[in-house]
Every structure is written in C-alpha cells, then in structure tokens.
T-cell receptor, first 114, second 112 residues
C-alpha cells in the first residue's frame, strides 16, 4: 500500500477563498507531482518537483502555486478559488532510484468551488 | 504531438474475452514504462511495469518494442472486475529526468 496521503479528501468552498491542498509521503521519494483530472478525462500535470526547493510548472496552465520545503511535503495553494477550479487534484510521488521508478498516487482531493 | 498516444476505446467485451491495448510514445530516450489502472473516481494504481523482454503477471502480459516505440497490454480471460480505464505511462530520461507522461487512457467494460 502506498504511503502518500492527501487532505482533505473532499472540499466545498466559496469563490474567492484561499485554499491549500495537502500532500505528504513517507517513502522518501525525491520527486512529487500534482495532477488535475476532470471526470472521465485525462490527467493533466500542473506542477512537479525534483526535490527540496525545486518546483516546475507542468503542461496545464494553473493559477495554483506549490512549495517543497521538506522532502515529504508538497502542498498546493490556490490564492483565490473560482468555479473553474472545480476538479479532482491528485498528488503523486516517485523515486529516482533504478528499479523503483513507478509513481504512487494519493487518493485525491475532490474540490468544488461554489 | 502528444508524448503518449493510446487506443481511443472504449472497449466493451464479454467475460472470458481476450483484449489488447496499444500505446505509442514519441521520445526515444524514454527510460521506463508502465501500465496503470484507474477505477471510476479513484486514483490511478500501478498494474505492472513493462520490461524490454516482455513480462507476464497472471492474465496480464505487457510487451515493449523500443524500435517502434510501442507498448502493449494483453488481458486474457477477462473478468467483470477488469472494467476500468487503463493508462499507458512513460518515464522520461532526458533533461526532465523522471518526468512522467500519461496517455489519455483506454476504457474497458467487461460485461457478463
């Protein structure tokens, strides 16, 4: 079982609020990722990190920001939530080590902005 | 051009059928290859890694053809519980070391 956790699992919030989605992993993985996925649609990479203090934007333009101050923690922040941010957000991690390179996913945060 | 392209699907097959999914990738320097399974409204989970020599796990067989940049997944004796979306995943090797690329996914429905 993967040791990667996301909180909250579900969030309903009003427009304009600041929100932070939490993601933590206890596997010591150096790489972490945030994906956005609408129902029945493909995964879109919005942010990734190669290690502490290293973050990059992904393929999908996003108004969110991330930080990686500690290896195990990769929070995603929306400064001002909008209905267009309603989606599922999936966090994942992987290791650079050979032979252990698959990604493990958290259970996701289903965000609804009203 | 997308990094990973998959069969569009959906595939609707009866129990016991054999079904094959295909996937192509564009970066010849890609390092690692995987098939993931995603159930409705759940997170993706690793089904199996794909090795150069091909590999089998029970009813599932994965093949990799590096020359053609092609990956396949074969499911034999389909079960109702195999109904899910199957994602082809490629891990980069180049400057974006460790970057994962996901295909759009192929939806499989196994009916009784």
């Amino acid at each position: 079982e993967a040791d990667i956790y996301q909180t909250p699992r579900y969030l309903v919030i009003g427009t304009g609020k600041k929100i932070t989605l939490e993601c933590s992993q206890t596997m010591g993985h150096d790489k972490m990722y945030w994906y956005q996925q609408d129902p029945g649609m493909e995964l879109h990479l919005i942010h990734y990190s190669y290690g502490v203090n290293s973050t990059e934007k992904g393929d999908l333009s996003s108004e969110s920001t991330v930080s990686r101050i500690r290896t195990e923690h990769f929070p995603l922040t929306l400064e001002s939530a909008r209905p267009s941010h309603t989606s599922q957000y999936l966090c994942a991690s992987s290791s650079s080590s050979r032979g252990a390179s698959e990604a493990f996913f958290g259970q996701g945060t289903r965000l609804t902005v009203v | 051009r997308k990094e990973v392209e998959q069969d569009p699907g959906p595939f609707n097959v009866p129990e016991g059928a054999t079904v094959a999914f295909n996937c192509t990738y564009s970066n010849s320097a890609s390092q690692s290859f995987f098939w993931y399974r995603q159930d409705c409204r759940k997170e993706p989970k690793l089904l199996m890694s794909v090795y150069s020599s091909g590999n089998e796990d029970g009813r599932f067989t994965a093949q990799l053809n590096r020359a053609s940049q092609y990956i396949s997944l074969l499911i034999r004796d389909s079960k109702l519980s195999d109904s899910a979306t199957y994602l082809c995943v490629v891990k980069d090797r180049g400057s974006t070391l460790g970057r994962l690329y996901f295909g759009r996914g192929t939806q499989l429905t196994v009916w009784p």
